[in-house]
Nanobody, 116 residues
Framework: QVQLVESGGGLVQPGGSLRLSCVAS????????VSWYRQAAGKERELVAT????????DYADSIKARFIISRDNDKNTVYLQMNSLEPEDTAMYYC?????????WGQGTQVTVSS
């Protein structure tokens, strides 16, 4: 019942865009910062972006190079990751995560594949 569900991944050509969504069920995301992580095959999990509870502060990994935008709509209990100018190196499973006082919540992930 308490879960995060990612969606929006898929196959895209280099230079294309995708918008990922992370929807929380069973609890409110409003008090919590939320992060997007990704893990490519054979590589370590990487922190991609983080957004504060209000959305007033964001942080991005250097590898993103201003191509991605994290945002949130607390009324919809949703966090987004707008991904622009996608490159093959962005191919990975993308996960959202939030740490409450009690639990560290992870979604099941959504696959992003950038291929020509």
């Amino acid at each position: 019942q308490v879960q995060l569900v990612e969606s929006g991944g898929g196959l895209v050509q280099p230079g294309g865009s995708l918008r990922l969504s992370c929807v929380a069920s069973g609890f409110s995301l409003r008090p919590y910062a939320v992060s997007w992580y990704r893990q490519a095959a054979g590589k370590e999990r990487e922190l991609v972006a983080t957004i504060s509870n209000t959305g007033g502060s964001t942080d991005y990994a250097d590898s993103i190079k201003a191509r991605f935008i994290i945002s949130r709509d607390n009324d919809k209990n949703t966090v987004y990751l707008q991904m622009n100018s996608l490159e093959p190196e962005d191919t990975a499973m993308y996960y959202c995560n939030t740490q409450t006082w009690r639990f560290n919540y992870w979604g099941q992930g959504t696959q992003v594949t950038v291929s020509s």
